[in-house]
């Protein structure tokens, strides 16, 4: 059976009107906290804020390993099978929680200073807290029960803004390292109700040695690709002034919320596509969906570009002024919307049980960190500043993304120029976004006008993405698929107004 790419797109929808939800609700009580908390104070919850990153990075990638292969066995009818895998890597990664859990703890004992001491506590009930609810989430997304997981998303969404706010004023810092805590308990009353997943302590120390083979890969995959995501603004902040640093992580920012879309898509599709890959003969058949949702994704996050360069320069010519020099920061970052997103589908197939080759996206992205750091330190030194490594970034991430596609022509082709084909239908959105930069950079030096600017690009991006889709991606994108899109999409909005 064929993978509807609209029932993806619809409930990555959901997932991704959450987020930006959330976004929009967490900016605006940060600005508000900002002007309670003093910058110590401040600084204080960010220092707290990494110990609880750091205790949620270092791990076996128990439930990594082990929620993968789940979406696979319930494809092939192994009901039985995916729930003792999933009861299993979940009682391991419970037990392995205690380690972390009690670091912070003892590390707490280390501080004399009450804030840091109790901060430290309640940073450790808040990591255990919400992995236990993360394991309700995760099965539940995983068994593509999505309006459960989507709601229980929104709960979260808006409970932490709104703990925060009520508590701001009396608990100070401790408001913004409660809120989590209260919002994961609301979380968990829900999951408990609506999203039961039939957990049992099971353990089964064979088992969980195996998952533990594959986990430890993939939580290195993970912690190198965010040194990878973070690696330009850790060298951009230990080399350059701050306000560079600030024009830098301002653009980055809008970029992220984009990518947000994406993100979600492939993140939707993952469960779904190891689920169809798991009843399919070969893996052929099972991935051969791939082909055509790439160039999906590829044409979208395309259109996407020169779109978003529009909308962040009369942001920032309009509103936030002060932050007019990230114009051509954001013109440079906006191309990792394709080229970034381009790599989801290449990762589905290397991380699924099936190829299990999450050492090849292991090894890739540590050679694109290795460069990314080496090209940033040098066009830093050359002189380039900030837009030098803005386009470092997109250079590192375009090879990686090449390389990744390299590696998986053998799962989704027999026919050496059926790739070549597919490798030039999906460069082809790319190339065309390429002259934007140029058309961009050309109308803010020329033109005073910031309407005048938005008219020309608009109208320049109408005509030319209406003739590239009509010659070459008519047989992808229809009216109809469109019209049907924009109904789920009310769909959505008009659920969220009710809830």
């Known amino acids: 059976m064929a993978i509807s790419i609209i029932n993806i797109a619809k409930n990555s929808l959901k997932f991704s009107s959450v987020q930006i939800v959330y976004a929009l609700m967490s900016m605006l009580v940060t600005i508000y906290v900002a002007t309670i908390l003093a910058p110590e104070e401040y600084g204080t919850y960010g220092f707290l804020g990494l110990w609880l990153m750091y205790?949620?990075?270092?791990?076996?990638?128990?439930?990594?390993?082990g929620f993968r292969e789940v979406p696979v066995l319930l494809g092939k009818g192994e009901e039985k099978e995916a729930l003792r895998?999933?009861?299993?890597?979940?009682?391991?990664?419970i037990l392995y929680s205690i380690l972390p859990f009690a670091v912070l703890l003892g590390v707490s004992f280390f501080y004399s200073e009450p804030l840091l001491k109790f901060g430290l506590i309640i940073v450790a009930v808040s990591f255990i807290t919400n992995r236990f609810v993360n394991y309700w989430a995760g099965v539940n997304f995983l068994r593509q029960n999505f309006n459960v997981a989507a709601k229980g998303?929104?709960?979260?969404?808006?409970?932490?803004?709104?703990?925060?706010?009520?508590?701001i004023h009396w608990l100070k810092v401790y408001a913004l390292l409660i809120a989590p805590i209260g919002a994961a308990i609301a979380m968990g009353i829900y999951y408990w109700r609506k999203g039961p997943i039939e957990f049992r302590f099971r353990l089964d120390w064979k088992e969980t040695h195996r998952l533990v083979k594959f986990g430890v890969v993939l939580q290195a995959g993970t912690l190198v690709y965010w040194g990878f995501r973070l690696a330009d603004r850790t060298i951009?902040?230990?080399?350059?002034?701050?306000?560079?640093?600030?024009?830098?992580?301002?653009?980055?920012?809008?970029?992220?919320?984009?990518?947000?879309?994406?993100?979600?898509?492939?993140?939707?599709?993952?469960?779904?596509?190891?689920?169809?890959?798991?009843?399919?003969?070969?893996?052929?058949?099972?991935?051969?969906?791939l082909k055509r949702i790439a160039i999906y994704i590829t044409l979208g996050t395309a259109i996407l570009v020169p779109v978003s360069q529009v909308v962040f320069y009369l942001i920032a010519s309009l509103i936030t002024t002060q932050y007019a020099s990230s114009?051509?920061?954001?013109h440079v970052l906006s191309y990792n919307l394709y080229l970034a997103s381009a790599s989801i589908i290449p990762a589905v197939i290397l991380t699924s049980s099936i190829i299990n080759k999450q050492s090849v996206f292991l090894l890739l992205y540590s050679i694109g960190l290795a460069l990314n750091i080496a090209f940033n330190i040098l066009v830093i030194n050359l002189g380039y500043g900030v837009v030098g490594v803005a386009w470092v970034t997109i250079c590192t991430q375009g090879l990686v993304t090449l390389l990744l596609y390299r590696f998986i022509r053998s799962y989704i082709f027999t026919d050496t120029n059926e790739f070549v084909r597919f490798v030039t239908r999906i460069l082809v959105p790319f190339a065309i976004t390429v002259p934007f930069y140029f058309i961009h950079s050309y109308l803010d030096s020329a033109i005073s006008n910031v309407w005048t600017f938005?008219?020309?690009?608009?109208?320049?991006?109408?005509?030319v993405w209406g003739f590239v889709i009509g010659l070459f991606y008519r047989d992808y994108l229809s009216f109809r698929d469109m019209k049907i899109l924009a109904g789920e999409m009310r769909g959505i909005i008009m659920q969220m107004k009710r809830a």
């Open 454 to 463: 938005t008219g020309i690009s608009l109208a320049a991006q109408v005509v």
């Open 327 to 330: 114009i051509p920061i954001f």
């Open 85 to 93: 895998i999933q009861n299993i890597s979940i009682t391991s990664d």
């Open 236 to 289: 951009i902040a230990s080399t350059l002034p701050l306000d560079q640093l600030g024009f830098y992580v301002y653009a980055m920012g809008f970029i992220m919320l984009v990518f947000n879309i994406p993100v979600e898509f492939g993140n939707v599709l993952q469960p779904v596509l190891w689920k169809e890959a798991g009843k399919a003969e070969s893996i052929y058949e099972g991935f051969k969906d």
């Open 55 to 65: 205790a949620g990075f270092v791990g076996l990638g128990l439930t990594s390993a």
């Open 153 to 167: 998303r929104l709960i979260a969404g808006i409970a932490i803004p709104l703990l925060t706010l009520a508590c």
